[in-house]
């Protein structure tokens, strides 16, 4: 499995569109694509499915077929991640379904953070567990590819989604703000992979 994030400190350049675009070209050329969800705004997840689908996904109370749903556990403080749902695009292409309240694990990734620089086991559960929901969504649907959308921002959800990538992607728009958040990107990066 090989694990490609899609991500940049800016909106509106195109992460989004070009894991949809790629999951499908992908998939049309015969690997089989798991697409991650880890944005929670969950723009991917709606150019996937359509609105009453979402609705089914997105019901009053827990959501067992989102991501959220999957670290929900976690957040309540009463176990690990649990087996994803991967919603079946085509026979190759699969989606982990992102959801709004996923921004409720962003403290608790962000608190697990320095923990973690202590080696203690528990911070490290919650870190990984991205990263374990995708080796798991993999082996469900046999993927050779998984392609994650991420928010634009540098907080814990998306240090954790990329951490978890064995390559990040960075569109960019030919504009200035694109420049200097490369600048303020790469050294990001380069910081959590040391950590």
């Not at 400190?9 to 790629?22: E, F, I």
């Not at 709004?100 to 923990?115: R, V």
Request: glycine share 8%; hydrophobic share 45%.
């Amino acid at each position: 499995m090989k694990t490609i994030a899609f991500f940049n400190n800016k909106g509106g350049v195109g992460k989004t569109s070009l894991v949809y675009h790629l999951s499908w070209m992908f998939a049309e050329m015969g690997v089989n694509v798991v697409a991650a969800d880890f944005d929670p705004q969950a723009n991917l997840s709606a150019m996937f499915l359509p609105e009453d689908r979402l609705e089914q996904l997105w019901p009053d109370g827990e959501h067992p077929g989102t991501v959220l749903g999957c670290v929900a556990p976690i957040i309540r403080g009463v176990g690990d991640v649990k087996e994803p749902h991967v919603e079946p695009i085509t026979d190759r292409l699969g989606l982990v379904v992102g959801d709004l309240g996923l921004s409720s694990f962003e403290d608790m990734l962000s608190a697990a953070w320095p923990y973690c620089m202590d080696r203690k086991e528990n911070a490290f559960r919650h870190t990984s567990a991205f990263y374990r929901i995708l080796l798991n969504a993999s082996a469900q649907n046999d993927a050779e590819l998984v392609l994650i959308d991420v928010g634009p921002n540098l907080g814990a959800i998306n240090r954790a989604a990329i951490i978890s990538a064995d390559a990040v992607v960075v569109p960019l728009a030919p504009d200035l703000f694109s420049l200097q958040g490369l600048r303020n990107l790469g050294p990001s990066l380069r910081d959590w992979r040391g950590q």
